[in-house]
């Protein structure tokens, strides 16, 4: 069947939803299976939108990450008594980043990508592919295009602005028709100046005027962020039962990649700890928004696996759910026929994912004095 069109399993719960046009209080409404693999004609149908709307905010945002910085922002320089650097912190050395930005962005992408694919060996999902990947592309482009906005017309200055600023002071004195001038030689004891009396280059004055938030840091955590969730779905780490520890160790380690990208940029003086914060709850939030967006939680155990279906709403009920085997874990009645209907019996006062059966060779048994709780008043 191929690996991304897995046949529909045959069951009580599943049924499979139609290619025909529906109709809803007059209006036509096409529905599409999400358990077979799309001709590319019906992909594009659905994710034209998308599509066009992403092409429209990479320009946007990259049109905005090539304008100049939108505030005239004053800084001390030296203090006239002695020479003495008024703010040290911004005088580091400019030196050449650990990891680019590009690289970032990257491997914010291809990292999580790659894992979405490795989990098909299981799931075997066209539309957890799509749904998997279309929300990372939601996650990482909208956190980018938010950060440009915020260093365009907030920004701040980078540790080693004053290295690219290369600042002559003597420019203030004589600058009579230079616009911004009269903030220059201003400010308690006329320490403070524009960036009119920088001589560096003046894109890389550009840059050093727009710290925060962090680029690097907002692609990261976007991206990485993104595949914890989608590996804490997958691999049911905080479900209904206790997970190896292996799999605690999985899924924190996109964290920890995200950090450590974050991080070096305070080692290498291209972003001050509070850009890189910033940045890390920017590219969090979204993250989670994307993640909400194409999965049916982010969460309840119980259904963040499943991916949703544009034309269809997720009624949370295992009548007629599609995909909702699509995880990998194969432990506790995970991967069994009972664990995805036995929600069904929920109602009887049994499991929600496993009606009293943990999958074969692993019998359940009451706990306590033999009253039966439901799953979904534990969560």
Not at 49 to 56: F, S
Not at 241 to 248: E, I, S
Not at 272 to 286: H, K, L, S
């Amino acid at each position: 069947m191929g690996l991304f069109n897995k046949r529909a399993r045959e069951g009580p719960g599943h049924t499979q939803a139609t290619k025909t046009p529906k109709k809803s209080h007059g209006h036509a409404r096409n529905t599409y299976p999400m358990s077979t693999r799309p001709s590319f004609g019906q992909w594009l149908k659905v994710t034209w939108v998308d599509i066009l709307t992403m092409v429209a905010m990479g320009a946007l945002g990259l049109g905005i990450y090539e304008a100049h910085p939108a505030p005239t922002r004053s800084f001390a320089v030296t203090y006239p008594s002695d020479g003495e650097v008024v703010y040290p912190q911004f005088a580091y050395p400019l030196r050449k980043e650990i990891i680019p930005i590009w690289l970032a962005a990257f491997l914010a992408f291809i990292v999580p990508t790659l894992a979405i694919l490795i989990m098909q060996i299981r799931i075997r999902s066209f539309w957890d592919v799509n749904n998997g990947i279309i929300g990372l592309l939601y996650a990482l482009i909208t956190a980018a295009v938010f950060q440009v906005f915020v260093k365009w017309l907030i920004g701040g200055l980078r540790p080693h602005f004053l290295d690219v600023c290369k600042p002559d002071i003597s420019l203030a004195k004589n600058a009579a028709g230079v616009v911004g001038s009269g903030l220059n030689a201003a400010g308690f004891q006329q320490l403070y100046y524009t960036q009119e009396i920088c001589t560096g280059d003046i894109s890389e004055i550009d840059d050093s005027l727009e710290s925060m938030p962090s680029g690097h840091t907002t692609a990261a955590f976007a991206g990485f962020v993104y595949l914890y969730l989608y590996l804490n779905a997958k691999l049911k780490v905080f479900s209904n039962y206790h997970p190896a520890m292996w799999k605690l160790i999985v899924i924190y380690i996109p964290i920890l990649g995200a950090v450590l990208i974050g991080g070096a940029l305070t080692i290498d003086e291209y972003h001050n700890w509070y850009d890189v914060f910033a940045g890390a709850v920017i590219g969090t939030v979204m993250a989670f928004s994307a993640y909400r967006m194409v999965y049916a939680s982010i969460w309840d155990w119980r259904w963040n696996h499943v991916p949703l279906n544009r034309s269809q709403s997720c009624l949370y009920t295992h009548d007629g759910l599609e995909l909702g085997d699509a995880y990998w874990t194969r432990r506790a009645g995970w991967g069994t026929a009972s664990a995805h209907h036995g929600a069904q019996h929920g109602a009887n006062g049994e499991g929600v994912f496993g009606s009293g059966a943990a999958g074969p060779g692993y019998p359940r048994k009451p706990v306590g004095n033999g009253a039966q709780h439901r799953g979904d008043d534990i969560v």
